[in-house]
């Protein structure tokens, strides 16, 4: 099997540079997660085109869009919709919420409480929404691209770990190059108007599915489980001689990696998955599914220390 359609989303990621400058790896990422049916985490510092980004993407792939704005007082039914009472009809119709198109942008995720918080678990894991008795479908694709500030905490709700485990990649967002920067500002005028849809919804579950079927052999399986199973307490690399993690990953993180290379795979054009693919995912696929001991923490670790550490520990194949 050679993939074919690799190429043609090459179009689609021109038209999303018109607007977007730098940022390949979140492009990539944000494709990466389209074709495997998974969702994205973005931390980074207010403007540095985290809304932009979707939004441009949404309008080359022919695909709607609703931005979701978190707040304390959000309520779980601003999210997914409610039942309306007809009182002529004396019956409930259900009221959808902005939660029902294909990119859902979830922006400061960590401004809303639990409860928002959790009604986004069964849409992203189940594809759908429960409203009354009935379950609706949600439409496919579908991406939840959350963002969150990683520098005030202050009236804010740390997302819980299972939460956490739902999404697919977290993401780092940093400044700009100079060179991006000075791109940046000769670009201002230009808005998302310019872009053209190039693919549509059903050319990218088209893709998806051809990427599964990209080939990835037992070795590379085997050295995704180890690595995983690495993270798990009792097998972590000591940080300055300790145990650094107290919480690992899961094996939903083996099956995000292996999805992840396969589609990473695809997108280059290949028919086979290299270890260095997943070399280059697990950073994103593994920093919010680990909890560092509270020793590590004091002594200045880091989750993607961590990883780097674990990386170069477990052989590859």
């Given at each position: 099997?050679?993939?074919?359609?690799?190429?043609?989303?090459?179009?689609?990621?021109?038209e999303?540079?018109?607007?977007?400058?730098?940022?390949?790896?979140?492009?990539?990422?944000?494709?990466?997660?389209?074709?495997?049916r998974?969702?994205?985490?973005?931390?980074?510092?207010?403007?540095?085109?985290?809304?932009?980004?979707?939004?441009?993407l949404?309008?080359?792939?022919?695909?709607?869009?609703?931005?979701?704005?978190?707040?304390p007082?959000?309520?779980p039914?601003?999210?997914?919709?409610?039942?309306?009472?007809?009182?002529?009809?004396?019956?409930?119709s259900?009221?959808?919420?902005?939660?029902?198109?294909?990119?859902?942008?979830?922006?400061?995720?960590?401004?809303?409480?639990?409860?928002?918080q959790?009604?986004?678990?069964?849409?992203?894991?189940?594809?759908?929404?429960?409203?009354?008795?009935?379950?609706?479908?949600?439409?496919?694709?579908?991406?939840?691209?959350?963002?969150?500030?990683?520098?005030?905490?202050?009236?804010?709700f740390?997302?819980?770990?299972a939460?956490?485990?739902?999404?697919?990649?977290?993401?780092?967002?940093?400044?700009?190059?100079?060179?991006?920067?000075?791109?940046?500002?000769?670009?201002?005028?230009?808005?998302g108007?310019?872009?053209n849809?190039?693919?549509?919804?059903?050319?990218?579950?088209?893709?998806?599915?051809?990427?599964?079927?990209?080939?990835?052999?037992?070795?590379?399986?085997?050295?995704?489980?180890?690595l995983?199973?690495?993270?798990?307490?009792?097998h972590?690399?000591?940080?300055?001689?300790?145990?650094q993690?107290?919480?690992?990953?899961?094996?939903?993180?083996?099956?995000?990696?292996?999805?992840?290379?396969?589609?990473?795979?695809?997108?280059?054009?290949?028919d086979?998955?290299?270890?260095?693919?997943?070399?280059?995912?697990?950073?994103?696929?593994?920093?919010?599914?680990?909890?560092?001991?509270?020793?590590?923490?004091?002594?200045?670790?880091?989750?993607?220390?961590?990883?780097?550490?674990?990386?170069?520990?477990?052989?590859?194949?």
């Amino acid at each position: 099997m050679a993939p074919t359609f690799a190429h043609s989303l090459e179009p689609l990621l021109a038209e999303c540079r018109k607007v977007i400058v730098g940022q390949p790896q979140l492009l990539n990422r944000l494709l990466v997660a389209l074709l495997c049916r998974g969702h994205v985490l973005l931390e980074g510092l207010p403007g540095l085109a985290k809304t932009r980004t979707i939004k441009t993407l949404a309008s080359a792939s022919h695909t709607s869009f609703r931005r979701i704005q978190f707040t304390p007082d959000l309520l779980p039914s601003d999210v997914v919709g409610t039942l309306i009472f007809d009182p002529k009809q004396l019956t409930f119709s259900p009221k959808r919420g902005p939660i029902f198109a294909n990119l859902v942008l979830a922006d400061e995720i960590n401004r809303a409480p639990s409860k928002v918080q959790a009604a986004l678990l069964e849409a992203m894991e189940e594809r759908q929404v429960t409203l009354g008795e009935e379950s609706f479908a949600l439409p496919d694709p579908f991406l939840v691209l959350a963002t969150q500030n990683p520098l005030e905490q202050e009236g804010t709700f740390p997302l819980p770990e299972a939460q956490m485990d739902r999404f697919l990649f977290k993401l780092r967002v940093d400044y700009p190059k100079a060179d991006d920067e000075v791109e940046v500002l000769r670009r201002a005028h230009l808005n998302g108007d310019q872009v053209n849809p190039v693919v549509d919804g059903a050319s990218l579950l088209a893709a998806g599915r051809e990427a599964q079927l990209v080939r990835l052999d037992d070795a590379i399986r085997t050295f995704i489980v180890r690595l995983v199973q690495a993270t798990r307490p009792g097998h972590g690399k000591p940080w300055k001689g300790k145990e650094q993690l107290r919480c690992g990953a899961s094996p939903r993180a083996s099956l995000s990696l292996q999805a992840a290379s396969r589609a990473l795979a695809y997108l280059q054009g290949r028919d086979h998955v290299l270890p260095q693919d997943v070399v280059d995912l697990a950073p994103d696929v593994l920093r919010h599914r680990l909890l560092l001991t509270f020793e590590s923490e004091a002594d200045g670790a880091t989750t993607d220390q961590a990883i780097a550490q674990l990386l170069q520990a477990v052989p590859r194949p």
